[in-house]
T-cell receptor, first 113, second 113 residues
Framework: GENVEQHPSTLSVQEGDSAVIKCTYSDSASNYFPWYKQELGKRPQLIIDIRSNVGEKKDQRIAVTLNKTAKHFSLHITETQPEDSAVYFC????????????FGKGTTLSVSS | DAGVIQSPRHEVTEMGQEVTLRCKPISGHDYLFWYRQTMMRGLELLIYFNNNVPIDDSGMPEDRFSAKMPNASFSTLKIQPSEPRDSAVYFCASCSASTDTQYFGPGTRLTVL
């Protein structure tokens, strides 16, 4: 089955710096890769996703890149702000709506001002 | 739309008691997922349904766990008998067949003493 590894487990940056979180997956059939943000005591919420037919996707300060050959994908946050502090989860699935998402273990991002 | 609704939000029970967690998915969504979140194991998929039919229950930890979806607007996750190691936050999520975005409910924080 699919296995998703996520690094680092914790990341501390200064406000305004960039943050990068990396994930690798094992199932070459996976082709949908969402990223979720979870604030303390809250539910996970989708912030960006990418499909295997695209190498990069950007939404304001957030971008995701995908390397299918190497089976890894990354989340990039630029100009970090204190409100970016949260736990970020990557996930992978074989696409088709509803197919099970396998999550990474999460990265706790702390942005200090 | 009110989003995914879960009840109760918090549950404290004693070992050996039966626990029932409830979920109402977003209206029109075909898929419903149950996840468990702990510090040690992260976010784990327990089971998911498509059109009220269980598709994959391989994540259900043991026979003490059972899930049902009697209609499109309601699902339950039951633990009988409960054990302290079942203490976790249980999330329900739903999505539609036309998109892959899973929307999470607020979660139920379960504590088994």
């Amino acid at each position: 089955g699919e296995n998703v590894e996520q690094h680092p487990s914790t990341l501390s940056v200064q406000e305004g710096d960039s943050a990068v979180i990396k994930c690798t997956y094992s199932d070459s059939a996976s082709n949908y890769f969402p990223w979720y943000k979870q604030e303390l005591g809250k539910r996970p919420q989708l912030i960006i996703d990418i499909r295997s037919n695209v190498g990069e996707k950007k939404d304001q300060r957030i971008a995701v890149t995908l390397n299918k050959t190497a089976k890894h994908f990354s989340l990039h946050i630029t100009e970090t702000q204190p409100e970016d502090s949260a736990v970020y989860f990557c996930a992978a699935s074989r696409d088709q709506a509803g197919t099970a998402l396998i999550f990474g273990k999460g990265t706790t991002l702390s942005v200090s001002s | 739309d009110a989003g995914v609704i879960q009840s109760p939000r918090h549950e404290v029970t004693e070992m050996g008691q039966e626990v029932t967690l409830r979920c109402k998915p977003i209206s029109g969504h075909d898929y419903l997922f149950w996840y468990r979140q702990t510090m040690m194991r992260g976010l784990e998929l327990l089971i998911y349904f498509n059109n009220n039919v269980p598709i994959d229950d391989s994540g259900m930890p043991e026979d003490r766990f059972s899930a049902k979806m009697p209609n499109a607007s309601f699902s339950t996750l039951k633990i009988q008998p409960s054990e302290p190691r079942d203490s976790a936050v249980y999330f329900c999520a739903s999505c539609s067949a036309s998109t892959d975005t899973q929307y999470f409910g607020p979660g139920t924080r379960l504590t088994v003493l």
